[in-house]
């Protein structure tokens, strides 16, 4: 089964940082691209950052640039989101996913999700 954890959210007061972490098992981790999601109240669901499997290719939205960087360990299954700087706008649910296609995850249509963790940013 796979199960995909997401940790590290949490009350930040805004310019503040904060590193959310995703744990993967019941796959193959290194075989999959890993992406970031968020959902805030009232909106949609926006892509963050993608990864590629081995971590040498990465991609971020154009409004966290700068900010927020995505990254992975594949030695321990977990991939990260530091967040930087951030903005009572980036308050929201985080999600992790994977996708053994790395256009899939860029494109935020994907096999596995993670339940989220909070992130509330405050003024």
């Known amino acids: 089964q796979v199960q995909l954890v997401e940790s590290g959210g949490g009350l930040v007061q805004a310019g503040g940082s904060l590193r959310l972490s995703c744990a993967a098992s019941?796959?193959?981790?290194?075989?999959?691209?890993m992406g970031w999601f968020r959902k805030a109240p009232g909106k949609e669901r926006e892509f963050v950052a993608a990864?590629?499997?081995?971590?040498?290719?990465?991609r971020h939205a154009d409004s966290v640039k700068g900010r927020f960087s995505i990254s992975r360990d594949n030695a321990k299954n977990t991939v990260y989101l530091l967040m930087n700087s951030l903005k009572p706008e980036d308050t929201a649910v985080y999600y992790c996913?994977?996708?053994?296609?790395?256009?899939?995850?860029?494109?935020?249509?994907?096999?596995?999700w993670g339940h989220g963790t909070q992130v509330t940013v405050s003024s």
């Open positions: 996913a994977a996708d053994s296609v790395y256009d899939n995850v860029v494109r935020g249509d994907l096999n596995y």
């Open positions: 019941g796959l193959t981790f290194r075989h999959y691209a």
């Open positions: 990864i590629t499997y081995g971590g040498g290719g990465t």
